[in-house]
């Protein structure tokens, strides 16, 4: 028993779904036709090209007591799996009065001639049913996806004043079932691969029309789609429907396009990667003649775009005055100053972007150069170009990174002339913040210098020990110069004693080698520039002695 009921409430349910996915789609038909209500007989008649003029209705016939109730819909006849058309189908209740004989129903889409059908009711049904109220449909008016038709609905005779008219737009193309089975909205639908390192997007399609060839292509998506001159044909009769095309770039608005190979086929594009909007922020530009800064975006795309400066946390703080917004087309700052710490911020929705096109100094005007004198850091200007710079001292706060100015100079440089900022007296402790005021964007340039008390200790350990090796030097000297003196007295002393010996020894003699007559002048020695010489006018030809100092 239990099993039975589970049975049933799964083939309900199966009912069910069967019934939803069947409504999502349109109302299938074997043939157009004209149906009246019950009782009542109805001929299908072709409508007049020119309208009779209306007559004067009777007492008690008007619209409201007329038509109650007009109702317009979309049908679908097919001939096939892919060969489906669709119908306009119109509903109108009518109190029928034995002054009304049929119906007019009129039909006008743009371009198209007025298309009318006249609906008559045979006598005997009418009077037969007169006072009631009857239904008459119809769906035989064709219609093409998206169209927009004018309906207008009348008795026979025609009456003044009674006419029912009505707007009714057909489905769109959007439509799966529409998409699958009607010729004038089947797109084929597309899949893919992406190959990011050989560039490369594998392509295969499927539920193409029949019968018929298929084209593919690259483009970048705006108003239009734009070719980029990657494309293929897929030939019907191939029995694998796919191809390979490159791309240089994986830019948001590059999309495959495909459509069958018939006069005005629909369309249809995807688009592999339409979230790498990181690709948008390159190809910026710089005129350093004019000094202009401009970027054009590839693909359109809503943002703003600010200038701002990079400073040593990684952070890009905006410039004042310096944002513009753009969605397509071509923007430009003008007046700006190249500098490496000079950015451009991109900003889409709740992300941001940040591109430095001047990084790597290619262009850059200026640069302060900082040198080590002794004990004091000297800073120059250097510009390739003629430029007016504003020169502050400033020192750095103990929270954030603000830079109180305390002086401010302004410095005017030539080209390719080096300029001193002659600020050594005051840059001690302090940071030096440079901007360039002949523009109108620009980096504010901080550099600090050491503090006079690093420098100091440095400079006194050096004059220590350049002090204390000069007085090593004069004492060695003076030991060496005192010695050789010492010693000459004692030699001095020492022949004194031997000559006195000498004479006593001999008595009264009174002759003297003559040798020994150099011997004392030879110890009376002149200092010149450390060399000992002694006076040889006194010797006749003896040999001179010199005497190198250590």
């Known amino acids: ?325 753009v969605s397509r087309g071509k923007i430009t700052f003008t007046e700006v100053d190249p500098h490496p710490q000079l950015c451009i911020k991109f900003t889409a929705g709740s992300h941001s972007w940040t591109r430095c096109p001047f990084a790597d100094g290619r262009f850059q005007a200026w640069e302060m150069e900082v040198t080590r004198q002794q004990d004091h850091e000297e800073v120059r200007m250097m510009s390739q170009i003629s430029a007016t710079f504003s020169v502050g001292l400033c020192v750095k706060s103990a929270g954030p990174a603000v830079c109180q100015i305390t002086k401010t100079h302004t410095v005017h440089v030539e080209t390719n002339k080096a300029v001193g900022l002659k600020l050594a007296e005051e840059l001690c402790n302090s940071c030096v913040q440079v901007k360039r005021l002949d523009v109108k964007y620009a980096a504010t340039v901080i550099h600090c210098l050491a503090q006079c008390n690093q420098s100091s200790p440095l400079t006194a350990v050096i004059a220590s020990r350049t002090s204390g090796g000069l007085t090593w030097v004069v004492l060695l000297v003076g030991v060496c110069l005192s010695g050789l003196i010492m010693v000459t007295l004692v030699l001095h002393v020492l022949l004194t004693v031997y000559q006195k010996r000498k004479q006593k020894r001999n008595g009264n003699e009174k002759q003297i080698d003559p040798a020994l007559d150099c011997v004392v002048p030879a110890l009376q020695i002149h200092l010149l520039g450390g060399i000992l010489i002694p006076d040889s006018s006194q010797c006749g030809n003896t040999e001179k002695a010199n005497f190198i100092t250590a």
């Open 1 to 325: 028993m239990i099993l039975w009921a589970a049975l049933l409430m799964s083939y309900c349910c199966l009912g069910m779904n069967g019934a939803a996915a069947k409504s999502t789609g349109l109302e299938r038909i074997e043939k157009c036709g004209t149906r009246c209500s019950q009782g009542l007989h109805c001929k299908t008649k072709p409508g007049y090209l020119v309208s009779p003029p209306c007559q004067n209705a009777v007492v008690g016939l008007n619209m409201s007591f007329v038509f109650h109730n007009i109702s317009l819909s979309t049908v679908m006849s097919c001939e096939g799996r892919q060969k489906c058309s669709l119908h306009l189908r119109i509903k109108t209740v009518l109190q029928l009065n034995e002054s009304i004989h049929g119906l007019s129903i009129c039909t006008v889409t743009a371009g198209m001639m007025v298309n009318c059908q006249t609906f008559s009711f045979t006598r005997s049904s009418r009077e037969r049913m007169s006072g009631l109220q009857v239904e008459v449909e119809n769906d035989c008016t064709d219609v093409s996806p998206n169209q927009q038709v004018q309906v207008m609905v009348k008795t026979v005779p025609s009456y003044c004043g009674i006419t029912w008219t009505g707007t009714y737009d057909a489905p769109q193309c959007i439509s799966k079932d529409l998409r699958r089975h009607v010729p004038e909205c089947i797109t084929g639908r597309l899949s893919y691969d992406v190959n990011p390192e050989r560039k490369e997007l594998t392509v295969s399609v499927s539920d193409m029309l029949e019968n018929h060839n298929y084209h593919l292509r690259l483009c970048y998506k705006d108003f239009i789609c734009f070719g980029t001159g990657a494309s293929a044909l897929i030939k019907k009769e191939e029995p694998v429907k796919n191809t390979t095309l490159l791309y240089s770039r994986p830019l948001p608005c590059l999309c495959i396009e495909g459509w069958s190979a018939v006069v005005d086929a629909p369309r249809v594009q995807v688009c592999p990667f339409k979230d790498r909007l990181e690709e948008l922020w390159f190809g910026a530009t710089f005129d350093p003649v004019e000094k202009i800064l401009s970027w054009e975006p590839v693909c359109p795309v809503t943002s703003v775009v600010t200038l701002c400066q990079k400073k040593e946390e990684g952070v890009c703080v905006d410039l004042p005055h310096a944002s513009q917004n």
